[in-house]
């Protein structure tokens, strides 16, 4: 079944229901549907031959919404993109994803002059912003009294194996990673959870990602697949978070660690301040003991998961329930990943994909349903990731992660860190040879050396330092990998050595640089 068909069934079942609280609105699925069958039907009535893929450019409103279920409804899958994202980002994008459409919403409209300028291909472009004011002769602009009737969608038939979503994830090359994720991989993803949490009809589910980030698939779909509602928060809410679950009744909670650290720093996670909560679910990034008991205490109504998986297992695949044996079986003060969700497999392997003994570490593999397609339009990255093990019949993808194995049946998988130089900061995944990419492009220089620093205790960093030869890159310099790069992945220090140490083989010593950084 196609991502957006539960959604669809919900609307015809249960039209007066409330999909969607966003902006002091109450849109019900009747609502939504509408304007994404309009968005859909003027898709499909405007589009030219290319990839199966529609770019949404939007935050966290009704539209950015409709435009995700109307490029679904279209047959596409949909390819999201956020205004914060430095314009030539956004049309690099674009190119590489190859897609012949855009929607925009409001926030959306600010770049988007910048944007078309520097794409090349023409695009049907889609403005659900009543105020746009835009013109262009070379791309086709259709304002929102322009879409077609919603009468006149037509339903295409969409492949369980067809594109649902393209995720571009930073790459260690300096050039982002496209995930091609199946509507069967996250409609398996979507069908444990459901059952696994019970979600109901009356379930009030928090949304606090942005749609370029895969957790954000749990938070629209898994309320659109019940007739449950989504509760969007608005900047202000966004920046008060307890306020926000009690105010706005939340009973399912999803997020990534850091937020609650930061509610647990500032005294905010006191006993029984969320009775209301029914599921809280972690997911991004290392989750710390301590922080999972704050919350435990603080929801004492809720079971309290941590879930584990990268974009390229469909969001999560690996799963840890918060209970008494928590310090015993929590390492270095970070919350077990758990055991894999079902049907899917993991192994823990050593460089030749040979399964390491029972209580050894290595690098997590899994297989299984949820095992993404692999990167858009790169074979090379693709056979490199998702691979056959010996003694193997099916692909498992190679997370880079490196776990210890169970020593017993039973014993949950032990997250340990990264086996390569990825980092992640505030729950993005940071790929720091793009960073270091961005830096050496815009230096005109041939060497630079990104760390994730300082880290914390869950073996997240906190920001990114970067290394060069010489004297600290110019001001100008600066300037402009501000504008290459999110803002998350943009260094907040720049340091110079007059040469990089070496290793003894003659590598660039990294280690000696973190020391210098921790001293």
């Not at 966003?22 to 859909?40: R, W």
């Not at 949490?197 to 606090?208: A, I, N, P, Q, T």
């Amino acid at each position: 079944m196609a991502l957006h068909h539960a959604f669809l069934a919900i609307a015809r079942t249960f039209p007066q229901r409330i999909a969607l609280e966003v902006d002091g609105e109450q849109v019900s699925y009747a609502a939504l549907q509408t304007q994404s069958a309009q968005i859909a039907a003027s898709l499909m009535a405007h589009r030219t031959e290319g990839a199966p893929l529609t770019a949404v450019l939007g935050q966290r409103s009704r539209d950015c919404f409709a435009g995700i279920l109307g490029v679904l409804c279209s047959g596409h899958g949909y390819v999201p993109m956020i205004p914060s994202y430095p314009a030539v980002r956004l049309a690099d994008m674009i190119r590489r994803a190859e897609v012949r459409a855009l929607v925009v919403d409001r926030s959306g409209e600010k770049v988007l002059p910048e944007v078309l300028g520097l794409v090349e291909q023409p695009l049907i472009v889609i403005r659900l912003d009543p105020q746009g004011k835009l013109e262009s002769r070379h791309h086709t602009l259709l304002g929102p009294q322009e879409l077609l009737p919603a009468e006149q969608w037509q339903p295409p038939e969409v492949a369980d194996d067809g594109i649902a979503y393209i995720l571009f994830t930073s790459g260690s090359t300096g050039q982002p990673k496209g995930v091609m994720v199946a509507h069967r991989n996250i409609e398996r993803f979507l069908k444990v959870v459901t059952e696994r949490y019970e979600f109901g009809r009356e379930d009030r589910f928090s949304h606090l990602f942005e749609t370029t980030f895969d957790l954000s698939l749990l938070d629209l779909f898994a309320p659109w697949s019940i007739g449950a509602c989504l509760c969007v928060p608005d900047d202000r809410a966004r920046m008060l978070p307890a306020q926000y679950v009690n105010q706005s009744k939340i009973s399912v909670w999803f997020s990534v660690p850091s937020v609650a650290l930061l509610m647990k720093n500032m005294r905010l996670l006191e006993a029984g301040t969320f009775p209301g909560l029914r599921v809280s679910l972690f997911c991004g990034e290392a989750l710390p003991v301590p922080v999972a008991e704050a919350w435990a205490a603080a929801a004492p109504n809720s079971l309290v998961e941590n879930i584990y998986g990268p974009t390229e297992l469909t969001l999560a695949c690996t799963t840890y329930r918060i209970g008494e044996r928590l310090r015993d079986e929590a390492a270095n003060e970070v919350v077990p990943i758990g055991e894999p969700f079902p049907a899917m497999r993991a192994k823990v392997v050593d460089p030749d994909l040979c399964e390491v003994a029972p209580g050894e570490t290595g690098e997590l593999i899994m297989a299984g349903p949820q095992v993404a397609l692999g990167y858009w339009r790169d074979a090379e990255r693709t056979a490199a990731a998702f691979v056959v093990p010996p003694g193997e019949s099916e692909t498992f993808y190679r997370t880079g992660d490196r776990v210890r194995r169970p020593a017993t049946p039973g014993e949950p998988l032990i997250f340990l860190g990264r086996l390569d130089h990825q980092v992640k900061i505030r729950g993005h995944r940071v790929e720091l040879g793009e960073v270091e990419a961005a830096v050496m492009n815009a230096a005109h220089i041939d060497t630079a050396v990104a760390l994730g620093w300082p880290v914390t205790s869950a073996g997240c960093a906190e920001g990114i330092v970067v290394w060069v030869e010489g004297e600290v890159p110019s001001r100008d310099i600066q300037r402009a990998v501000r504008q290459r790069l999110p803002r998350y992945m943009v260094p907040k220090q720049y340091r110079a050595v007059p040469a990089f140490p070496l290793n003894p083989n003659g590598k660039i010593d990294r280690k000696a640089l973190k020391a210098m950084l921790d001293s």
